[in-house]
């Protein structure tokens, strides 16, 4: 777990938590970015209803929790 963002803007998941083939990526980031652009906590993911963190959120709490969420700031690797 690191306390260090990583070096990529908060719109761009690291590769691992979110593959750059994936089929919904484009929804999923448009979805992101408006939670970011609103200053939300999150956003309904569009393939599976479930509700997912913003890494605005994420880089707000300070620190990484370990969990694997997708918008993590903090994956550097």
């Known amino acids: 777990m690191s306390d260090e963002l990583a070096d ?3 719109t761009e ?3 691992s938590r979110l593959s750059p083939t994936h ?3 484009q929804r999923i980031l448009a ?3 408006a939670a970011l652009a ?3 906590a999150g956003y309904l993911d569009p393939e599976t209803g479930l509700f997912v963190l913003s890494a605005g959120f994420l880089a707000r709490r300070g ?3 370990g969990r694997g969420c997708r918008h ?3 994956v550097a690797d």
Do not use: S
């Open 8 to 10: 990529r803007p908060l």
């Open 13 to 15: 998941p690291h590769p």
């Open 23 to 25: 089929p919904d990526r």
């Open 31 to 33: 979805a992101h970015a």
């Open 38 to 40: 609103a200053g939300e």
């Open 63 to 65: 620190t990484c929790c």
């Open 72 to 74: 993590c700031p903090y």
